[in-house]
T-cell receptor
Framework: QKEVEQNSGPLSVPEGAIASLNCTYS??????FFWYRQYSGKSPELIMS????GDKEDGRFTAQLNKASQYVSLLIRDSQPSDSATYLC??????????FGAGTTVTVRA | DTAVSQTPKYLVTQMGNDKSIKCEQN?????MYWYKQDSKKFLKIMFS???????INETVPNRFSPKSPDKAHLNLHINSLELGDSAVYFC???????????FGNGTRLTVT
């Protein structure tokens, strides 16, 4: 399986701060990149998708993609206790497989 | 109005038994998947079907057999269950290509 690596957690941030999550991938021909949020005991939920280099913002979330560096990140601004979850980076290529990283657990301290 | 639904939610069984998990999606997607999430939360693809055709078959013991009667349904049958099969199994669906997956709620399988 193609490698997708995420920064090891857990990541603890105070409420209102920015949480920064990083992900690198090994397959240079990867074309689609996703961030999923997974609460304990629940299924992964899509929060961001990005396909081209640069930044994409959606509310308090910003995804950043740099294909040359094979790097994708997620910023969570104004972190809330409800953002406490495991965040999964997923990378897709032409072989129809979506490969997932091991996840980074984020805890937002009130 | 559930998008991807799978049953059962919990499955507790003994070693050596055979069990099935069912999945249905009403999103109109043409591709469905089975993923396994182990205790360390790592999600690994097992199988994928596109319009009832098997397109991804990862290195999975042949005790696991998927079946897709139509593009809205994908089932997973597991023979001779082993302790190591204990995990959460997620069904997902998407349009074929670089589209995001939509996951079902998962089936937590415990083999004793």
């Amino acid at each position: 399986q193609k490698e997708v690596e995420q920064n090891s957690g857990p990541l603890s941030v105070p409420e209102g701060a920015i949480a920064s999550l990083n992900c690198t991938y090994s397959d240079r021909v990867s074309q689609s990149f996703f961030w999923y949020r997974q609460y304990s005991g629940k299924s992964p939920e899509l929060i961001m998708s990005i396909y081209s280099n640069g930044d994409k913002e959606d509310g308090r979330f910003t995804a950043q993609l740099n294909k040359a560096s094979q790097y994708v990140s997620l910023l969570i601004r104004d972190s809330q206790p409800s953002d406490s979850a495991t965040y999964l980076c997923a990378v897709g290529s032409n072989d129809y497989k979506l490969s997932f990283g091991a996840g980074t657990t984020v805890t937002v301290r009130a | 109005d559930t998008a991807v639904s799978q049953t059962p939610k919990y499955l507790v069984t003994q070693m050596g038994n055979d069990k099935s998990i069912k999945c249905e999606q009403n999103l109109g997607h043409d591709t469905m998947y089975w993923y396994k999430q182990d205790s360390k939360k790592f999600l690994k693809i097992m199988f994928s079907y596109n319009n009832k055709e098997l397109i991804i078959n990862e290195t999975v013991p042949n005790r696991f057999s998927p079946k897709s009667p139509d593009k809205a349904h994908l089932n997973l049958h597991i023979n001779s269950l082993e302790l190591g099969d204990s995990a959460v199994y997620f069904c997902a669906s998407s349009h074929l290509g670089n589209s995001p997956l939509h996951f079902g709620n998962g089936t937590r399988l415990t083999v004793t």
